[in-house]
């Protein structure tokens, strides 16, 4: 009897580890089964030179990006769309992993836990929510230099235009792609990956942390002069701005104001708020992850280092696509959707899988917001030209970011339409373009054109 009753508990014991073992896989099945299918080693979804031959990749409008043709990966006619949509589709050797081809391959092979990779040789059809008509006209903008261009609707999450150069033609993949300086970079999404110098866009930050923790604010006054001495260090303006408000500060862009703000506020301010305004994280833009920027506003700076660094200088670098989302919270009231690329799925024989708008929740309060808007479509016209931004109620910062003496300044212009048909946010920047306002507001006019059209 004893003999019976341990080969009983072995058996327990052995039903138990298949049970386990079983648990482990189901949960890798439903876990890493898309993967496990989309990996390049299969020759069902892959090329022998390991290019996605499953899938097809469209603008918002239904376009076609990318297709499937005669077991090979096929790209749009027109060279300068294809160079314009490049670093959202990809390339198709998977150089750039935040195009469709990377960054969405197991949603083009249609994979489903259920129905795995059946039928995937004609896969999904990925609609991007990118026109890719505004993509060409930021491309054209750009008119060769290297930077990026973005446009989101700043109420549902979708990137309407993405444009990041350096790029090249994905049909016909330059031979010197790797050793041309003019390409250095070029498989780099700068709007998602990278992070520059803000300079003055960052006064956006500081602004929004003034209004909240300066008594008093908008009763001031201050008196520029060109330049300020601040402890050891000075700070400098473009000219002598004279008698201003918080108001006119803006405008003008007044170092010496914005640089004494910073002091006031303090490090430990200006970095809470450069963290609640979403400059620190990283944000998933459906499930690319953007770099998040960084800031030095360290207990032993001196007053100069601190003033600029309150200014979007010294050791501060921030990501273009938390920008332009910071710009959409301060047009919709203190807080945005979150960017998204995917407009929708459609597998074949399948319902389309909905896609979700997510929030960036409550980052600044809705008076604060409403507040920095008002200053920033008063920017535009005081400073920057409502003419060249016809019919538009735009807001907007500049900025003219000192990157080194022997390079020109990194051009920056951000901002928002207030307008309930095109609530949109936008970042232009153009690297050692020189001004912002000039270079990056004219790359801005022309695409904000194009978009409200
Ligand atoms: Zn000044």
């Known amino acids: 009897m004893k003999k019976l009753e341990r080969r009983a508990a072995l058996c327990l014991v052995l039903a138990g580890f298949l049970l386990a073992g079983l648990a482990v896989f189901l949960f890798r099945f439903a876990a890493d089964g898309s993967r496990w299918a989309s990996s390049p080693f299969n020759r069902h979804l892959y090329s022998s030179e390991g290019v996605l031959i499953s899938g097809t990749v469209l603008d918002r409008d239904g376009d076609v990006l990318s297709t499937v043709e005669g077991g090979k990966r096929v790209y749009t006619d027109g060279k300068t769309r294809r160079k314009a949509t490049l670093h959202v589709v990809g390339d198709p050797y998977g150089n750039i992993s935040t195009g469709a081809l990377s960054a969405f391959g197991q949603k083009l092979t249609g994979y489903t836990l259920l129905g795995g990779a059946f039928g995937a040789e004609e896969g999904s059809d990925l609609y991007l929510t990118i026109d890719a008509d505004l993509n060409e006209v930021a491309y054209q903008a750009l008119n060769g230099k290297k930077g990026t261009v973005a446009v989101y609707n700043y109420q549902t999450g979708e990137v309407l235009c993405l444009v990041s150069t350096p790029t090249y033609d994905p049909r016909n993949i330059p031979k010197d792609l790797e050793t041309n300086e003019a390409y250095e970079g070029a498989y780099l999404n700068r709007f998602l990956s990278s992070t520059f110098t803000p300079g003055s866009v960052f006064k956006t930050v500081t602004l929004a942390a003034a209004l909240e923790c300066i008594p008093n604010l908008e009763g001031r006054t201050w008196t520029c002069e060109g330049s300020v001495q601040m402890g050891d260090g000075v700070v400098t303006c473009t000219g002598a701005h004279g008698e201003q408000t918080i108001r006119d500060a803006l405008a003008n862009s007044c170092n010496v104001v914005f640089g004494q703000l910073a002091v006031e506020l303090g490090g430990g301010m200006l970095e809470r708020y450069a963290q609640k305004a979403g400059l620190t994280a990283s944000y998933s833009v459906s499930g690319i992850h953007t770099a998040k920027g960084s800031f030095d506003f360290g207990g032993d700076l001196s007053q100069s280092e601190l003033a600029w660094a309150g200014v979007g200088q010294y050791h501060d670098s921030v990501n273009p696509c938390a920008l332009m989302v910071y710009m959409g919270v301060i047009a919709n009231g203190g807080k945005a959707a979150t960017p998204c690329l995917i407009q929708k799925v459609e597998r ?106």
């Open 348 to 453: 074949p024989g399948l319902p389309a899988l909905p896609q979700f708008t997510r929030s960036t929740g409550r980052l600044l309060s809705e008076e604060t917001a409403e507040k920095v808007a008002d200053m920033m479509v008063n920017n535009v016209a005081a400073a920057y030209g409502t003419k060249r931004f016809p019919n538009m109620d735009l807001g907007a910062k500049s900025g003219t970011a000192e990157v080194g003496a022997d390079q020109k300044p990194h051009a920056w212009f951000a901002g928002f339409l207030r307008d309930e048909d095109h609530p949109y946010a936008f970042v232009v920047l153009v690297e050692n373009g020189g001004s912002g306002a000039d270079v990056a507001g004219t790359v801005a006019s022309k695409v904000l054109k194009a978009a409200v059209q």
